[in-house]
């Protein structure tokens, strides 16, 4: 119960392990990956090959580390005072509690800008076409003379002076000096194309350098340089670096090459290649041309054994052309007597179709048509005749004429129309009747409806 009185109230305290493991943790959840910018102070480099440095502006400053799996992949190893930038995780050193970086990737502070300007170039020239195939020139596999855009006193040209003796020194190359880092190098690079076109004597032309820092190989990344080897007349091999390093000029040359030295390689022919070639050749050509003798002595010795003695051969051809002078005489006969009975058989049939007996016969035909036809039209005049005098008889029969002939007669009236009742008519109408000889001009004096005629026709 004693106990229970004088319990301790106070709130838990944290350990400093445990603290620091929390602060460790928020840290690590709040910042997932930052990207940080400052001047590099107090760079070490211990035994293990981890980096550790201080990255510092004109205010504060933060510890970084970097460890060796990640610092191997950085070409140049910064100094102290680079203005650097970092990226990499927010996180606490726990042992010591020290607030810290764990540095994933560094790069010097102006590195994102050229890497912005090289985008942006790339993409502006790519839309206008200086990367499409269509347009680059294929390198010769044979160069007669081969020209170097480099400096005199790099190791670039050293490389591929050395890999040409190896390879094939019967080829003359021409170096076209040059600057290739800072500044002045644009205009001069640009110059030394311009100088080779010129020459006129390279058929390959080489351009590159040896390997550096980005800022180093940066004149081959400038658009002047970019569009004078576009607009090179001479087939162009960029060799800029080391096969990593990647630039504008390696997009619009003809053909890029990762090394100077493997730009020697692809414009030279290797001479022991070629001299195995040669040797090759040689041996198949010796091989063929024996092969041919041996082919052209099988064949005289074949044709020698075929070869027969003159005098018998034109013995045979003599007898062979007094048979053929026999069968000749003998064709000649038989094609003559042939055409002797082929003729007689003609004439025997041309004089029965002699055209005169077929005149004669014609007229003979020609005559009893004629006579036949006389026949045929008068009786057919006959048989119209008669028709014609049955068809008038029948007409007359039924002819107006006849009726009027007995007696009969056409009344009408003044306005030429027909009178066919009495009431058509009334007394003092002038009126004319057409009889069979003649017409007969009359005036009404009476009118008498009644059919008296047809009650009385004898009045």
Request: aromatic residues 4%; contains cysteine; hydrophobic residues 40%.
């Amino acid at each position: 119960m004693v106990n229970d009185v004088f319990q301790d109230t106070r709130p838990r305290a944290l350990s400093v392990s445990e603290l620091n493991h929390q602060a460790r943790h928020l840290l690590e959840s709040s910042f997932m990956q930052v990207w940080v910018e400052g001047e590099l102070s107090g760079f070490s480099r211990p035994s293990s090959g981890h980096w550790y440095f201080s990255l510092k502006d004109h205010k504060c400053q933060v510890r970084c580390a970097m460890f060796r799996g990640m610092n191997q992949r950085i070409r140049a190893i910064p100094k102290e005072g680079d203005q650097v930038r970092i990226r990499g995780k927010v996180t606490l050193y726990e042992n010591r509690g020290d607030f810290q970086i764990i540095v994933e990737h560094i790069e010097p502070a102006g590195l994102g800008a050229l890497q912005q300007a090289f985008e942006e170039l790339k993409r502006k020239l790519q839309t206008e076409g200086l990367f499409e195939l269509g347009r680059k020139k294929p390198v010769p596999a044979l160069p007669v003379h081969i020209g170097v855009v480099t400096s005199p006193t790099g190791a670039a040209i050293h490389d591929i002076l050395t890999v040409l003796a190896r390879r094939c020194p019967a080829i003359p190359v021409t170096l076209y000096p040059t600057t290739v880092q800072g500044k002045p190098a644009t205009s001069e690079i640009v110059k030394a194309i311009a100088l080779a076109q010129a020459h006129g004597v390279a058929d390959v032309l080489i351009i590159g350098r040896g390997g550096g820092s980005l800022e180093d190989l940066w004149c081959f990344n400038e658009e002047a340089v970019a569009r004078a080897i576009a607009a090179c007349s001479i087939p162009t091999v960029s060799a800029v670096g080391h096969e990593t390093d990647i630039t504008i000029a390696d997009f619009v040359a003809d053909f890029r090459a990762p090394t100077p030295s493997a730009a020697a390689e692809k414009v030279s022919p290797d001479q022991r290649e070629m001299l195995r070639q040669i040797n090759d050749c040689e041996v198949r050509l010796a091989n063929a041309a024996r092969r041919a003798l041996q082919q052209l002595a099988t064949k005289l010795e074949h044709l020698s054994t075929r070869l027969r003695d003159p005098r018998r051969e034109l013995l045979e051809k003599a007898q062979r052309l007094d048979e053929l002078e026999l069968r000749l005489g003998k064709s000649i006969q038989q094609r003559l007597e042939r055409s002797q009975v082929r003729t007689a058989h003609l004439a025997q049939r041309l004089s029965t179709q002699s055209p005169r007996n077929q005149l004669a016969n014609s007229r003979q035909t020609l005559e009893r048509s004629a006579s036949q036809l006389d026949a045929a039209m008068q009786r057919i005049l006959v048989r119209l005749q008669d028709k014609l005098a049955h068809s008038a008889g029948t007409l007359n029969v039924v002819s107006p004429l006849a009726t009027l002939g007995r007696g009969y007669a056409i009344v009408r009236d003044e306005h030429g129309n027909i009178i066919r009742n009495a009431v058509d008519v009334v007394a003092g109408d002038r009126i004319s009747a057409h009889v069979a000889h003649g017409t007969v001009a009359a005036e009404v004096t009476s009118v008498d409806p009644k059919d008296n005629w047809a009650r009385n026709p004898a009045n």
